[in-house]
Structure formats: structure tokens, C-alpha cells
């Protein structure tokens, strides 16, 4: 029987938040460490700007993010083991988790740029376990799963995070100081190009399913901004490593690396203006509503990263209106991670008048946008 609020104590509300909290545990979406991700490359974007005191305050936000959904995840893997896998093994939602990844090595890239080196080597280590157990994993996982449905339809934009997270090992192994040891060279020119390949699988598989599969304005998601983003950190990842000191791997490779990171930007802000073009048929034509999703965090990070990308490819290639490009859209980046943050509160605030604690941990809907 429900008691009247004027008998209920603390103890009798802390009694109705725990269920609510324990059903948002269970139901986190796994690809908020997007909500990390985009603070992080803000945060980078604003330093390589000059505004320091922007860069700090969202640094502190984003361990705090960070620190925050590391707690929940756990928790969630220990008490909801069940719930946890089967969205490991749902196509739909089974890459968000490489988002882990990429948060932890976004952290450690930009703690690099304070000094920490031993926090980036830690996250890196981190990040590079997680991506081991994922990428390997994720896609045996939905080879062998049990049942008789296809993959294929579940293809999306966060299959991209498997490209993200693979290339965010080669952008935080790059920013070690120098001199950075052969090996770990070697390593970063390794995920580069095994995330340039795997761009082309998952973008030749997201054209098939969308060539093969009717799409409906739910099947076009904030996510899908990822395709974009994944070429922005290939070519931040390929920068960096252009920076780096000549060893005979380097010189080897620095031709294919220079030409691809360029390839990769003309065709990543080619992809902008279609992303815009499939946002206003999705919100404006076919009239969906627009409201605060975790996958909203998917744009902010494309949007952070393509100036850091920007910049530090024409840092390495020596073209001064890219590097100029790079420094003027890290506010267009901070703008648009304001908007969405903003959402957020005004979201986890209704949620909490709604119903305490349960809505604010999810969105409500799966990372690919449709409703659960």
C-alpha cells in the first residue's frame, strides 16, 4: 500500500529509491562512456585554443564522468551479468562498449598534455585490455551466438566505436614524451591501420544494410554520426604519428599515412552535410521528436574531434587553413556540447520528478535510437 507523503520518512524514501536505482543500473545504456568521450576532446580542443581555464573545468568533468560510469558499469556487470551480455550480444547495442575504450584513452590523451604520463600509461593499459577482450569478443560473440536472426539488420552507427576505440590506442600511444620506444611506435601504426580496414568493413556493411533494409526515421540515430567521427580520429591518429620522430617503420609507412589521413578528411567532411541532411528529414520531415538521448553524446564527440583532427593534420603537413580550421570549430564543438549538456540536466531533473533516479540513468531508448 502506498503511504501517504506526509508519513513517509527518509528511510521510506531511500526504501523507493533503491529499486529505481537498481532498474537504471540494470537497464544503463552501453555507450554512455560517450558523455566522457566528447568532454575529454573538448577539453583538448579548448587547451590547443589557449582557453585553459575551459580546458581544466571540463577535464574535471570528465573524470568525473569517467569515474562515475566506471562505478556503474561494474555494478551493473556484477548484479545484472545477464542483462550486461545480452547486450553484448545484441548487434544493435554490442560495439557501444568499445565507447570504454575510447573514454579511457581520450582521459589519457589529454592528461598527457598536463604531464601525467603515468595516468596515460595506466589508461592506456587499461584501454588496451578492454579493447582486447572487445575486439575479439564483441565479434565472435554475434558470429556464434545461438538463434537464427542476421546480424546484418542490426548494423549501425555504433559500429563505428569498434573503428573509435581502435584508433584512440595509436592516438594515446603517440602522445607518450619522447623518445617514444620503437615498440610502442610500432603499436600505434598497428591500430592505425587495422582501424583504417575496419572502417571500410563496417561502412561497406552499414551501406548494405541500409541498400537492403527499409529505413525508418528510428534506424537513423545521433549514433550515426559516428561514420564521421571514426575518420576524424583515423586521421588524428595518423597526424600524431606523422609527428613523431623518423625511425625505418615510420619511413616506411609516412606516404600511405599522409595520403589516408587526407583521404579520410576530405571524405569525413564530406559526411557532414549528409548527417545534416538526415537529421532534418528525421526530425523535420518525418516529424521525430527530438529529445535528450545518450546517443546525442555521439555527435559532440565527432564534432570535438574533427577540429582536434583538423588541427593537428595541418600542424603535421605543414597547410596553416587547416590548422586554422582546427582552432576556430573547437567553439563551434564547445557550443554544441553545452547544448547537449544542458539537455542532460534538464533531462536528469524531469526524470527525477518523475521518477526518482530510474529515467535518469537511462535514456529510454537503445543506443540505436529505438524505443525500449
Do not use: C
Request: glycine share 8%; net charge positive; no cysteine.
Amino acid at each position: 500500500m502506498r503511504l501517504p507523503d506526509e508519513t513517509r520518512g527518509p528511510d521510506s524514501s531511500l526504501a523507493l529509491r533503491r529499486p529505481a536505482l537498481e532498474a537504471g543500473i540494470r537497464d544503463l545504456n552501453p555507450g554512455y562512456f560517450a558523455l566522457a568521450m566528447a568532454t575529454g576532446i573538448v577539453s583538448r580542443a579548448m587547451r590547443s585554443d589557449g582557453s585553459a581555464r575551459l580546458s581544466a573545468i571540463l577535464l574535471v568533468l570528465t573524470i568525473v564522468f569517467y569515474a562515475v560510469l566506471v562505478v556503474a558499469y561494474g555494478w551493473r556487470l556484477a548484479r545484472y551479468r545477464r542483462e550486461f551480455l545480452a547486450d553484448a550480444a545484441n548487434p544493435r547495442k554490442a560495439f557501444a562498449f568499445f565507447t570504454f575504450v575510447a573514454a579511457s584513452d581520450v582521459l589519457g590523451t589529454r592528461l598527457a598534455a598536463d604531464g601525467h604520463t603515468g595516468a596515460t600509461i595506466g589508461l592506456l593499459i587499461v584501454a588496451g585490455l578492454a579493447w582486447l577482450v572487445l575486439n575479439y569478443g564483441v565479434p565472435l560473440m554475434l558470429i556464434t551466438r545461438h538463434g537464427t536472426q542476421p546480424a546484418l539488420p542490426g548494423v549501425n552507427g555504433t559500429w563505428f566505436v569498434w573503428v573509435v576505440g581502435t584508433q584512440s590506442i595509436a592516438v594515446s600511444a603517440t602522445v607518450l614524451p619522447s623518445p617514444v620506444p620503437a615498440g610502442v611506435v610500432a603499436v600505434a601504426v598497428a591500430a592505425w591501420s587495422v582501424g583504417v580496414v575496419l572502417y571500410v568493413l563496417v561502412a561497406a556493411l552499414e551501406v548494405t544494410r541500409l541498400v537492403l533494409y527499409p529505413v525508418e526515421p528510428g534506424d537513423l540515430t545521433p549514433a550515426d554520426w559516428v561514420f564521421m567521427g571514426s575518420t576524424a580520429i583515423s586521421v588524428l591518429a595518423g597526424a600524431q604519428i606523422l609527428l613523431l620522430p623518423a625511425d625505418p617503420l615510420l619511413t616506411a609507412v609516412r606516404p600511405v599515412i599522409a595520403g589516408m589521413s587526407i583521404v579520410l578528411w576530405a571524405f569525413g567532411t564530406w559526411l557532414i552535410p549528409f548527417l545534416l541532411g538526415i537529421g532534418v528529414w528525421r526530425h523535420l520531415i518525418r516529424k521525430v521528436r527530438l529529445r535528450y538521448e545518450p546517443a546525442l553524446w555521439s555527435i559532440v564527440f565527432p564534432v570535438g574531434m574533427y577540429g582536434v583532427a583538423s588541427r593537428e593534420l595541418g600542424t603535421a603537413l605543414h597547410v596553416s587553413w587547416l590548422t586554422t580550421l582546427g582552432s576556430d570549430e573547437a567553439w563551434l564543438a564547445l557550443a554544441v556540447w553545452i547544448v547537449v549538456f544542458l539537455a542532460m540536466l534538464g533531462f536528469f531533473l524531469g526524470a527525477v520528478l518523475r521518477n526518482p533516479v530510474r529515467h535518469a540513468v537511462t535514456s529510454g531508448t537503445a543506443p540505436d535510437g529505438r524505443t525500449e
